[in-house]
């Protein structure tokens, strides 16, 4: 059974950073597996934040590129998203998803940027 755990959300002021992490379980080989995050404001759809292939390579929504970073470590199967000059905007539910036999979704890790 395929798990997904976030964590590292949280109460940052606006230009703060944060990074959330992604610990998946349950999953063969980790390492073939693309991740990556959404976020769903109250209110708004769930949009893609970022996501990353297989073989490492990282894709961004406009909204978040140059401030937002997407990697992974195969070895302790785990992804991170690293959230730089943030914003009010950015505040959302974060969830991290995997596709391994289909889309797996963790239960979302809460990201809130207030002064």
């Known amino acids: 059974q395929v798990q997904l755990a976030e964590s590292g959300g949280g109460l940052v002021q606006p230009g703060g950073s944060l990074r959330l992490s992604c610990a998946a379980s349950?999953?063969?080989?980790?390492?073939?597996?693309?991740m990556g995050w959404y976020r769903q404001a109250p209110g708004k759809q769930r949009e893609l934040v970022a996501g990353?292939?297989?073989?490492?390579?990282?894709n961004y929504a406009d909204s978040v590129k140059g401030r937002f970073t997407i990697s992974r470590d195969n070895a302790k199967n785990i992804a991170y998203l690293q959230m730089d000059s943030l914003k009010p905007e950015d505040t959302a539910l974060y969830y991290c998803y995997a596709d391994y036999v289909g889309r797996h979704w963790g239960q979302g890790t809460q990201v809130t940027v207030s002064s």
């Open positions: 349950g999953i063969n080989i980790f390492s073939r597996v693309a």
């Open positions: 990353i292939t297989s073989v490492g390579v990282p």
